[in-house]
């Protein structure tokens, strides 16, 4: 689940609440808050996710210990939209406006933080490209207005009648069905400073807004690979475990643009977010659950994350329970196949934020053990089509081609996934998480596979991956391994033994703490890509002794 952070759940009971209720992701919207105010999410959240790696239980016979406590940070850009700005203190933070009312949009700097119920700023010249009688959505479609007269004067101004009574919130977005606004670029100046700021901080996964074409998905990605390059040795050092690794780019679906050209924004990104607030004003209502179920199902097929977004659980931003309405929502978007839900308002501004998460992570979990049982037939295709199939090392866009070993593995990943006997468990070490992904994009598994990883940073990424539970291994007192001492450890075992040994650290520690089934002997399935010659598909119980390669890696990981 992604969990938007904001006033409501920022402090730090809060968020150790919405934690502890089931929140996987943590959604930094650039949209709303600076960069003082994300900063310090996201170190609460380290510090939390620290203590409860310190706090975690010492394995049986082994001095490391393996981490489930794993979260991911998430940052959504503001991105080339549209946007009103800020109200004055006089106002409050909430607009009443009355049907039929005088309202105006104003372009005019000066007036960035002094919105009132007679008007407010907007952050694009729209009395340049708006014509009187066109409609004018503000904050999902919320509040309709109607073009009166644009005027030049005065910074410019658009003059507005209210169609509908509503109540309006600061920096809410700005929709212009049909209209073409020249001049939007791919990504701000201010989407740029937030990039920078995401690589600086570690952060997981960009969302990226407004996406519109791949050209943009390539152009996001090559500054943030720039960016990577240019982060200094003691920026790493100070992210758990030395993080450097590019974040994921999961594009937001939400404009007519962006569905005509789906398909290479599929191919360019590495995730889709559905984004239905912004599309459901810019195409007609009834086609976006349409659209959903397209975007998922090609997700799906492809092996990519899908997000399912905006007003699943919007009710209990006043109300403790949501509506039957809400709660259907929610365990369809998992019918057809999203990896991910996620609330915006709800825990960001709400009055009930825990609750809500804990709600929808009862549904969530319901609508899993539907499709696992057969109650409920999974929707879409559950194998990616050969030529769309996901890189080695991630999540790219460029295809496998018939590359004979690209093949072995898809088939590996695939009798992995089907071969894990009843009561069994599968576990898919991840040294990059590529492997990983590969086998969670074959889709239809009955039950989470476990994944255990030396890097934090890829056992955040695969919260991304349908089904993947990461299990990081840390030292004793619950310190990830440091980059280097990664690298020492991959050299002096080599891939094939570090894999297994994860894999018997895996299965040990999970049976000793009941993650899996403790009575008489636990099969696991272990999937790998093994060495140069050819993955490794075998089965281990978990009374069988540890081998000398197993021993190295837990010294090592508890060395001090």
């Not at 999974?378 to 590359?403: S, W």
């Amino acid at each position: 689940m992604v969990c938007t952070i904001g006033p409501a759940s920022e402090p730090r009971p809060v968020l150790a609440r919405l934690l502890g209720a089931g929140m996987d992701v943590m959604r930094c919207n650039f949209s709303h808050g600076q960069y003082d105010e994300q900063g310090a999410r996201v170190d609460s959240l380290r510090a939390l996710e620290a203590a409860a790696w310190g706090a975690a239980p010492a394995g049986r016979e082994l001095p490391a210990k393996l981490q489930r406590a794993v979260h991911a940070v998430g940052v959504d850009l503001k991105g080339p939209e549209v946007r009103i700005g800020q109200f004055a203190a006089s106002s409050g933070r909430k607009l009443d406006l009355a049907a039929g009312a005088d309202f105006t949009l104003f372009s005019d700097p000066a007036l960035r933080t002094e919105g009132t119920a007679a008007g407010v700023w907007v952050d694009y010249p729209l009395h340049e490209v708006l014509q009187p009688g066109q409609k004018v959505f503000v904050n999902d479609g919320q509040v309709a207005l109607e073009v009166l007269a644009c005027e030049a004067g005065d910074g410019g101004a658009v003059r507005c009648r209210v169609l509908n009574g509503a109540r309006l919130g600061e920096r809410k977005g700005v929709n212009v069905p049909g209209a073409e606004l020249p001049g939007l670029p791919v990504m701000t100046d201010y989407d740029r400073s937030v990039l920078e700021w995401a690589v600086r901080r570690g952060a997981h996964a960009v969302f990226a807004s407004f996406v519109r074409r791949a050209e943009d998905v390539r152009e996001m990605r090559a500054f943030v690979e720039a960016r990577l390059a240019e982060r200094t040795a003691e920026e790493t050092a100070e992210l758990p475990g030395g993080a450097g690794r590019a974040p994921l780019i999961i594009s937001k679906i939400e404009s007519v643009q962006g569905l005509q050209n789906f398909e290479e924004i599929l191919a360019a990104s590495d995730g889709i977010m559905v984004a239905r607030g912004d599309l459901g004003v810019e195409i007609p209502m009834e086609e976006v659950p349409v659209a959903q179920k397209r975007m998922i199902a090609r997700c799906r097929q492809v092996g990519k994350p899908a997000i399912c977004a905006t007003q699943m659980m919007e009710s209990m931003e006043e109300s403790p329970r949501p509506t039957r309405a809400e709660v259907a929502d929610v365990a369809n978007a998992v019918f057809d196949g999203a990896t991910a839900v996620m609330l915006s308002g709800e825990t960001g501004n709400g009055k009930f934020p825990a609750e809500t998460v804990a709600a929808m992570a009862r549904i969530a979990a319901r609508a899993e053990d539907a499709l696992a049982f057969g109650e409920v037939e999974p929707a879409g295709v559950v194998a990616p089509a050969p030529e769309e199939r996901l890189g080695e090392e991630g999540l790219g866009e460029e295809g496998l081609g018939e590359d004979p070993r690209e093949a072995l593995l898809d088939a590996v990943a695939a009798a992995a996934a089907h071969a894990t006997p009843l009561g069994g468990t599968l576990v898919v070490p991840a040294l990059s998480g590529g492997f990983a992904r590969r086998v969670a994009a074959v889709g239809g598994l009955p039950q989470p596979f476990l994944c255990p990883t030396l890097d934090p940073h890829v056992a955040s990424q695969l919260l991304f991956s349908s089904g993947a539970q990461p299990l990081l291994v840390t030292d004793a007192a619950g310190r990830p391994l440091g980059a280097e001492r990664r690298a020492e450890l991959l050299e002096d075992l080599g891939k094939p033994a570090l894999e297994r040994a994860l894999a018997r650290l895996a299965v040990q520690e999970a049976s000793g703490l009941g993650w899996i089934p403790a009575e008489g002997p636990v099969t696991a399935t272990v999937a790998s890509e093994g060495g140069a010659a050819a993955p490794v598909l075998l089965h281990l119980d978990a009374a069988e002794a540890p081998t000398e390669a197993d021993r190295a890696l837990w010294a090592a990981a508890t060395a001090p």
